[in-house]
């Protein structure tokens, strides 16, 4: 297994639900982050983690909840959604979260498709 | 607060048409300008960063250029199999985070 991957690729719930995403990478990097892309929007970045912890949280409702319990594995725990949390979820890693552009190159995952019911 | 701004937003080719693809930014001070590639159903790939007005890059029929407030992504000769959504994407200084545009839909048709 190389790269970013991403379970599972598709996910239904209703918004009583509770569900996680997972992502695993094995490109030895130390930054790993969880972006929500949408129709017709720019990524927008929802969660950053650096050496397991957490530098950016960009004011996500609560009902959206991360977990990284090393620097391999990100989890995305979802909880009582909303319709408009339809969406595409990916997630990236890089070589650290910092200021120099090389160590800042992000390698994305292929998503999990979301539909909330 | 950064901004990119990509025209066209989408982009109808014949396979051999040459086009360029517009990624304009706002940012106070450039620390590096990133394109990605996706393809449907599937996450963005890396492609190229640049750093400093005047850089040019290029893989197989893509070439990126730079400018103090533009980077153009030309594609030479397009096939069928360089349809995909083009997204660019700055990293001010002083700031880790990267600034995305909404992305150039490319349909090259044979």
Not at chain 1, 61 to 66: A, I, M
Not at chain 2, 73 to 98: F, M, W
Request: aromatic fraction near 10%; include cysteine.
């Amino acid at each position: 297994e190389t790269g970013v991957t991403q379970t599972p690729r598709h996910l239904v719930m209703g918004m009583t639900n509770k569900k996680s995403l997972k992502c695993e990478q094995h490109l030895g990097h130390n930054a790993m982050y969880w972006y929500k892309q949408s129709a017709k929007k720019p990524l927008e970045l929802m969660f950053v983690y650096n050496f397991k912890e957490q530098t950016e949280n960009n004011s996500v409702p609560s009902r959206f909840s991360p977990e990284c319990p090393n620097s391999s594995h990100l989890f995305l725990h979802l909880h009582t959604l909303q319709p408009e949390d339809s969406a595409l979820y990916l997630c990236a890693s890089s070589e650290r979260d910092g200021w120099d552009t090389r160590q800042n190159i992000q390698y994305f995952g292929a998503g999990t498709r979301l539909s909330v019911l | 607060e950064d901004q990119v701004t990509q025209s066209p937003e989408a982009l109808r080719l014949q396979e051999g048409e040459s086009s360029s693809l517009n990624c304009s930014y706002t940012v106070s001070g450039l620390r590096g300008l990133f394109w990605y590639r996706q393809d449907p159903g599937k996450g963005p790939e890396f492609l190229f960063t640049l750093y400093s007005a005047g850089e040019e890059k290029e893989k197989e029929r893509l070439k990126a250029t730079l400018t103090k407030k533009e980077s153009f992504l030309h594609i030479t000769a397009p096939k069928p199999e360089d349809s995909a959504t083009y997204l660019c994407a700055v990293q001010a200084r002083g700031n880790n985070r990267l600034a995305f545009g909404k992305g150039n839909q490319v349909v090259v048709i044979p």
